[in-house]
């Protein structure tokens, strides 16, 4: 979680430093860089279910934490509602870049879900782009992996929230490929170890086979 993050935050400091001005995090949660954006000139839209939102609103409050002026909250459900509309309403402008984050969310959405926020994505400016993670389908996993992964859909599926949606890597490259993306990268938990945990003095690092991979894609 705190890598997928940071990749996302490193992707966005890129789009800001292109001037990028519009960041929305697609699924929220509990996600914090809107209290703590480095960036003055960065507005932050905060898409997430209404019940979520509410949550998060109380947790912040019992925390004395401000919602920032440059923060909006989007009641959102990529399932029933549409993208767009959701966000213009909230005052997304669609005729300047904008750069999303949606993590922690795919594995739960239907294909035409998926497929639905891409296109939304890729219609914005030249300029934009997104960051997510998804999660690798069964026959791409060694057989570790694989029981683990088989474990966690057991229990996701018992609090009422089954994974639904799984992609090989190439199927990935395909799907954005199609959607239209300029260009992407895909990391894989040894490309991210490389990246983010190398020279650790504590030796905290991801195992070598993940069953997700991280993905940035640019309009």
Known sequence: MAARSRFAEDNLAAAVAAGVAQYVLLGAGLDTFAYRNPFPSLHVFEADMPVMQQWKREMLQAACIAIPANLTYVSLDLEHHTLGESLVEAGLDLSRPAFFAWLGVIPYLTLSAFRATLDFIVAMPSGSGVAFDYSLSY????????????????????????????????????ELRSAGFERHEQLDHAEINHRYFAHRIDGLALPQEGMAKLVAAWV
């Open 139 to 174: 026959e791409e996993l060694g057989p570790r992996q694989l029981a683990a992964a088989k474990s966690l859909a057991q229990r996701v599926a018992a609090a009422g929230e089954p994974f639904q949606l799984f992609f090989r890597s190439e199927q990935m490259d395909n």
